[in-house]
């Protein structure tokens, strides 16, 4: 069975903690996402991964770090976190980067206090 | 600057009648235009797709309008459940290396039996 999974699915934490939410993928996908989602803005890319240590910004870079050590997994950390990266965080996968289907985990929800 | 725009914001119909669910994009490179169903808890998971090359694309239920001169498209729900109860979002991408994404802000469709 497919399946991208995130760990923690809740999560609260002070301003100024460091953050790590992890991703999970048993398809083998080469591309890898990390999106927000906050009310009214739908869905926002923060970084897309191409394979293992191929790391490239997306929209709202800011603020934000990943890792992709093992082609299966996809870190996402947030250094100092701020209350302003309360939010929905997912991650996608897609087989290789011409892909056109996303495949998304059930999300985390951060709450930065 | 919000390049894919979604409404109503919110729906409601009744079991049985047909929901139309409207986007529109800005930038006329865009050529591929899914639509992500996401349910309370869940991650979005794609419903149905177009490319800009058709005006017309039909999933059971589902059925996607473009008019690419008006740069507009619409998601109808025919016979609407309401197990189709659920936010809608519309994306759009053109392929520049990866198929990045653009969500609009989503429309949440409830379905009254």
């Known amino acids: 069975d497919m399946k991208v999974t995130q760990m923690p699915r809740y999560l609260i934490k002070r301003m100024g903690e460091n953050v790590l939410l992890e991703c999970g993928q048993d398809m083998s996908h080469e591309t890898m996402y990390w999106y927000r989602q906050d009310p009214g803005l739908g869905l926002q890319l923060i970084y897309i991964s191409y394979d293992v240590d191929s790391n490239s910004e997306g929209d709202i870079p800011k603020g934000y770090r990943v890792s992709r050590k093992k082609r299966e997994h996809f870190s996402l950390i947030l250094d100092s976190a701020k209350t302003n990266q309360t939010s929905v965080y997912f991650c996608?996968?897609?087989?290789?980067?011409?892909?056109?289907?996303?495949?998304f985990g059930p999300g985390t929800r951060l709450t930065v206090l | 600057q919000q390049q894919v725009r979604q409404s109503p914001q919110s729906l409601t119909v009744w079991e049985g009648e047909t929901a139309i669910l409207n986007c529109s994009y800005e930038d006329s490179t865009f050529n591929y235009f899914p639509w992500y169903q996401q349910f309370p808890g869940e991650g979005p998971a794609l419903l149905i797709s177009i490319r800009s090359v058709s005006d017309k694309k039909e999933d059971g239920r589902f059925t996607i309008f473009f008019n690419k001169r008006e740069k507009k498209l619409s998601l109808h729900i025919t016979d609407s459940q309401p197990g189709d109860s659920a936010t809608y979002f519309c994306a759009a991408s053109v392929s520049s290396g990866s198929w990045q994404l653009i969500f609009g802000s989503g429309t949440q469709l409830t379905v009254m039996p």
């Open positions: 996608a996968s897609s087989l290789t980067r011409d892909s056109l289907e996303q495949y």
